[in-house]
């Protein structure tokens, strides 16, 4: 054994650079199954953290399902854990989703949002410059009933309206 080995540290840092070898061997192989796409909607829709953690890391690596999972992304990203790689996810694959498909998911994510929801919604949506869909949800928030609603559709059409149709 190499000094380097006998030291405790060195050998976590072997262990974990083995471990990281074999998660992207592991993920490779993932990528080439046909119901790979069956098993990342399960692990997205799943109560286990480590599941999901999972899905949205292989994601943010291989996004190429991005725009096929998009409604359980967005509905991720609603959620306060789940946010930040929520997003990450979808900024990986952000230029392969149709437009008109993340407005349609947007939407279909605020069917009975409150006004948080809506700033959490438009404020991804900005940050993966999706200015069509960013666009449905301020104009379904400014129709609302509720004043802290309408008042998230006035903030983001005062700072993204240039960028906006």
């Known amino acids: 054994m190499s000094p380097e080995e006998d030291d405790p540290g060195m050998r976590q840092w072997i262990s974990l650079v083995a ?55 967005v509905d991720l990203s609603l959620s306060t854990g789940w946010a930040l790689p929520a997003l990450e ?6 230029h392969k989703i149709e437009p008109l498909h993340f407005a349609r998911v947007a939407l279909e994510c605020l069917a009975d949002g409150e006004a948080e929801d809506h700033l959490r919604l438009a404020g991804m949506l900005a940050e993966v410059r999706a200015w069509e869909a960013l666009d449905a949800v301020i104009g ?12 998230v559709a006035r903030v983001f059409s005062a700072s993204h309206g240039g960028r906006l149709s």
């Open 89 to 94: 996810a979808i900024r990986a694959a952000e």
């Open 140 to 151: 379904k928030a400014s129709e609302s009933s509720d004043p802290a609603t309408r008042e």
């Open 19 to 73: 471990i990281e070898q074999e998660a992207a061997r592991c993920r490779a192989e993932l990528n080439q199954l046909p119901s790979r796409v069956h098993l990342l909607a399960k692990a997205l829709s799943s109560s286990s953290s480590w599941d999901r953690s999972a899905a949205l890391n292989f994601l943010r690596i291989f996004p190429e399902d991005v725009p096929i999972l998009l409604n359980l992304l």
